[in-house]
């Protein structure tokens, strides 16, 4: 499993940015997915989840109504458009994947519960 996430750098606040996150090297359509947000000397802050078939889409309250996630199954690529940024959105932003093995598995917003994460990208917010 390889995951490359794109897209970030230096944006002023109330801009937007739309981070990508390329898959390769397993089923990406079986996978739910997340994007995971870190900032030095803070453990990793779970941003926004999709799953399978994109049924269900979850954000974290600080981002709800400005950020968007989507997925592409045909390109093996999930997307984050993110809007009306603020400079406590930076971070090193990354993807993670969680390979979905039963219909009973719920869309976790818990880093260590997804064993593949590609490396990030950073998102700096600042005037």
């Known amino acids: 499993v390889q995951l490359q996430a794109s897209g970030g750098g230096l944006v002023q606040p109330g801009g937007s940015l739309r981070l990508t996150c390329a898959g390769s090297g397993f089923i990406f359509g079986s996978y739910d997915m997340s994007w995971f947000r870190q900032v030095p000397g803070k453990g990793p802050e779970w941003v926004s989840g999709i799953s399978i078939g994109s049924r269900q889409r979850d954000y974290a309250d600080s981002v709800k109504g400005r950020f968007t996630i989507s997925r592409d199954d045909a390109k093996n690529t999930l997307s984050l458009q993110m809007n009306s940024l603020k400079p406590e959105d930076t971070a090193a932003y990354y993807c993670?994947?969680?390979?979905?093995?039963?219909?009973?598995?719920?869309?976790?917003?818990?880093?260590?519960?997804?064993?593949?994460r590609g490396q990030g990208t950073q998102v700096t917010v600042s005037s």
């Open positions: 993670a994947a969680r390979p979905r093995r039963s219909v009973f598995q719920v869309l976790s917003h818990q880093e260590d519960e997804y064993p593949d």
